[in-house]
Nanobody
Framework: VQLQASGGGLVQAGGSLRLSCAAS????????MAWFRQAPGKEREFVGG????????SYAESVKGRFTISRDNAKNTVYLQMNSLKPEDTAVYYC???????????????WGQGTQVTVSS
């Protein structure tokens, strides 16, 4: 499966962005999906994930209450709605897929190319 992330950009602190991850090659209906991010000089970290049905989500503590992950299996697309953005959210955001009904924070097999999110103070 190929993943294409989009929607990144420059936003002021307190603003919002919505990232999209469009999948092709296979339907993602049986995949757990997730978003990760990597800031300069830091390791890649799990941001949030969603189960294959969309019935279960999980978030990093740093984004809980601000970010929402959702999916539209009919459109083969996953979204990350980011509200109340902070400068520390600045990073390259990656979407990832795992061919499993189990949602985890690691062991993802397929990765998108990343989209830059920059939050100015």
């Amino acid at each position: 499966v190929q993943l294409q992330a989009s929607g990144g950009g420059l936003v002021q602190a307190g603003g919002s962005l919505r990232l999209s991850c469009a999948a092709s090659g296979r339907t993602i209906g049986s995949f757990a999906m997730a978003w990760f991010r990597q800031a300069p000089g830091k390791e890649r970290e799990f941001v949030g994930g969603i189960s294959y049905t969309g019935g279960y989500t999980s978030y990093a503590e740093s984004v809980k209450g601000r970010f929402t992950i959702s999916r539209d299996n009919a459109k083969n697309t996953v979204y990350l709605q980011m509200n109340s953005l902070k400068p520390e959210d600045t990073a390259v955001y990656y979407c990832a897929a795992r061919p499993s009904i189990v949602l985890t924070t690691a062991q993802y097999n397929f990765w998108g190319q990343g989209t830059q999110v920059t939050v100015s103070s």
